[in-house]
C-alpha cells in the first residue's frame, strides 16, 4: 500500500505509477533470457578490416569532417573511483600492518617510483608525517602510505570519480587526469570546424569538480591544439533511478518508512544520449584512455569505425529516398535486402515470401533506425557476454550486445556458443542518431524493457533485491541497426583497478 508520502517522492523524481508497478512486477517474473541465433564471430556478424576498406573508411570519416560534419564524444563518468581501491580499502581497514606478499597492496607498494601521483603522494604524506613515501616504506608504515592515497584527509582517491585521477605522467614531469586525455584523444578523432564537443556525464555532487578541472586545463588544451572545446556535462536523472525490493517483492524501505530507489546503472544514460545535439557520437568509457604515445591504434580504429558508419548511412540515406518515393523496382529490393544481411547482419526466417509491398515495408522499417559501429576485441579471458547474433521479438535475428546474466546457461546449446565466442563488450562505439531529414531519434524508444537483470544487495543489513535498466549498449541499444567490426586489443587499456597504471601502455 502507497502512502501519501510515497505519491509526493514518485511525483519529485517523475516516475509514474505504472512505472513503479512495472519495476515490482519485474521483481517477481524475472527477465526472460534471449534466444540466440549464435555468438558473433569475424566472418559471422563481426567485420574484420583489411587495407581497402581502412583506406575508404579513413577517407569517408575525413570528408565527414572537413565537410563540417556534426559530430560529439559522449564519456560516461559517473559514480565514485572507490572499486578502483578496493584492495587498498581492505587493507587499511584490515588487521594486518604490512600487506601480504604477492597481494595487489604489496605489488603497488613495491612500484611506488612508477604510480603517476607518486610526486601528489609524497607531498601529501610530507604535509601529514614529514616523510615522503620512501621514508615510510623503509620504516614500515605501509598504512599510512596507503590511507594517504585512498583517504578522505589525504588524496581522496577513493572517492573521487576516476575522470578526475591522475593517471599518466609524461616525461617533463606532467601529470593527465583521464578527462584529459579524453579531451586530447577528441582533438585527433572528432574536430569539426575546429570545434570539439565533449560531453561527460557525471554525478551531481562531483559536477563541481569536473567544472573546476576544465577551467584548469582547457586553456592549455585549446593554446596546445589549436582547437575551440564545447565541454557539457549532464547528470543521469532520478526518474530514471529504480525501486529496490524486499526478498517477496515489495518496496523496500528504510527506517523512517521511505521507498528506497536505487541508480538504474549505465542504461540509465540512453536518455542523456538522446539529448546530445549531433548527429554522430562517439561513446568510450572515461578510463578507457593512453598517453599520447600510445594512442596511434586508437586514432586509426576511431577513424576507420567512424567511416564504416559514414559508409552506411550513405547506403541507408540512398535507399530511403528510393523506399519512400514508393516505387522500388524487384533489383533495389535485392541490393537493399543484401545490404540488410551482409552489413546490417539483420535476418529474416521468410522474407523471400513476402509480396514485393511488404518487402520495401519490412526494408523501410529497419533502415529508419539509430545506427551504431562498434569496436570488438579478441576475448583474451573467460567466454561470457559479448557480441551475439540474438533472435528479437519480430522472429528476426540481429547482433546484440550481450550480458551472461541474459543467456541460459542451462542450454547446452547456448554453452557451446559461448564456449566458441571470441570477442568481448564493445572498447569503443559511434553512433547516427538522427533520422534522414536530420530529426533525433528518441533513442528511449529503442530500448528493450525485457533485457535489464536483478541482482542482490542490503542495506543496513537487510537483503534487498535490485533492479538494472537495459545496458547502455545491451538493451537500451536493442532495436539499434548494429555493425561489429574488430579491432586490436591495443585500443582497450581499462583502469579496473589502481594496479593497471602500472602496465606499459599506461606509462608515457
Partial sequence: MLTEND???????????????????????????????????????????????????????????????????????????????????AFVNGPEEKAEPGSPVDILLAHLAELPFKAELDATLRAATGHDSDALLSQGRQKEIINAIIGKDGMNYGGLPKGLLTFHRYPDGSTRTPLEEQLMEGAQTAAANGVVNTHFTVSTEHDPLFRQKLSEVLPAIEKRTGLKFNVSTSQQRPSTDTVAATPEGEPFRDDNGNIV????????????????????????????VVPDTHRADTIKYKKIIAGILILAHDSIERYLHILRQGK?????????????????????????????EAKAKWLEAKFDRPLRVCGMVRNEGEPGGGPYLAYNP?????P???????????????????????????VDLVCYIRDIAG?????????????????????????????????????AMSDWNTIFVEVPVSTFNPVKTVNDLLRPMHKA
Wanted: aromatic share 8%.
Fill in 7 to 89: 505519491l509526493t517522492t514518485l511525483k519529485n523524481r517523475g516516475i509514474t505509477l505504472e512505472q513503479l508497478n512495472d519495476q515490482l512486477e519485474r521483481f517477481r517474473t524475472g527477465f526472460p533470457y534471449l534466444r540466440l541465433e549464435g555468438s558473433a564471430t569475424v566472418g559471422h556478424g563481426i567485420t574484420a578490416v583489411n587495407d581497402s576498406l581502412t583506406a575508404e573508411a579513413v577517407a569517408r570519416w575525413d570528408k565527414y569532417l572537413a565537410d563540417g560534419g556534426s559530430v560529439c564524444k559522449f564519456v560516461p563518468a559517473s559514480g565514485a573511483a572507490s572499486r578502483m581501491f578496493k584492495a587498498l580499502f
Fill in 261 to 288: 530507489f536505487r541508480p538504474g546503472g549505465h542504461g540509465a544514460l540512453i536518455a542523456n544520449l538522446s539529448d546530445i545535439d549531433a548527429a554522430v557520437v562517439f561513446i568510450k568509457n572515461i578510463d578507457n
Fill in 328 to 356: 522500388p523496382t524487384a533489383k533495389d529490393l535485392d541490393e537493399m535486402y543484401r545490404f540488410a544481411t551482409n552489413t546490417l547482419c539483420i535476418k529474416h526466417p521468410s522474407y523471400a515470401s513476402l509480396s514485393d
Fill in 394 to 398: 519480430d522472429g528476426t535475428a540481429s
Fill in 400 to 426: 546484440q550486445i550481450l550480458e551472461s546474466s541474459q543467456i541460459d546457461m542451462a542450454n547446452a546449446a547456448n554453452v557451446a556458443m559461448m564456449q566458441n565466442a571470441t570477442h568481448f563488450n564493445p
Fill in 439 to 475: 530529426t533525433p531519434y528518441d533513442l528511449t524508444k529503442y530500448v528493450d524493457p525485457a533485457t535489464g537483470f536483478i541482482s542482490s544487495k542490503s542495506l543496513g543489513g537487510r537483503d534487498l533485491r535490485a533492479l538494472e535498466l537495459p545496458g547502455l549498449w545491451n538493451g
